[in-house]
């Protein structure tokens, strides 16, 4: 039998689940005006669905580069919720990876990368997420979560190809 003192220091694992959500999507544009589009922070209310009320709060225009932090205001379940999120990898016309610095996820890290390849360039979203939840955090995740995710990624594919269709290169 464990004395009180040996108990008292084995701890409970910390359970938190790490998700991925990856998309991609080739668009018929250069990858030069391709980056354009992403890097500029006004272009993402653009290419958000209505149902979320998206609101970027910081003045714009906004300089995108490392440090650059975007306030912003949405809702969920008609829950008003603040989101900031700061730019920690800035790399034209490649890549550019945002992290949330506050907001509904215990972590959220997304790279936007984008390739020249033949007929336009391929942009490529990968997330990693936490949700809050502990041992619940896939349940929360499998029921909520990840299906909101995949409904505004699916969003955001429909209107980057609408925008992109209408301009002739």
């Known amino acids: 039998m464990k004395s009180k003192l040996e108990a008292e220091r084995i701890k409970l694992p910390v359970t938190t ?44 225009p906004i300089k995108m580069k490392v440090g650059t932090l975007i306030n912003y205001r949405l809702s969920l379940y008609h829950l008003p919720l603040r989101w900031q999120t700061e730019i920690k990898v800035w790399e034209p016309p ?10 509904p996820y215990k972590e959220w890290i997304h790279e936007h990368a984008f390739t020249a390849v033949e007929g336009g ?28 995710i995949e409904k505004i990624f699916n969003y955001r594919r429909q209107a980057i190809e609408r925008i992109f269709s209408t301009i002739s290169y």
């Open 94 to 103: 490649h890549r550019f990876v945002d992290i949330q610095r506050r907001g």
């Open 121 to 148: 360039c391929l942009v490529k979203d990968k997330v990693r997420y936490q949700v809050y939840g502990w041992i619940l955090s896939p349940l929360i995740d499998r029921s909520f979560v990840r299906k909101d």
């Open 17 to 60: 689940m790490i998700f991925h959500y990856t998309s991609e999507l080739k668009i018929d544009a250069p990858l030069e005006e391709v980056f354009q589009f992403f890097s500029r922070a006004d272009n993402l209310e653009k290419i958000t669905p209505a149902w979320l009320r998206f609101k970027i709060l910081t003045p714009l």
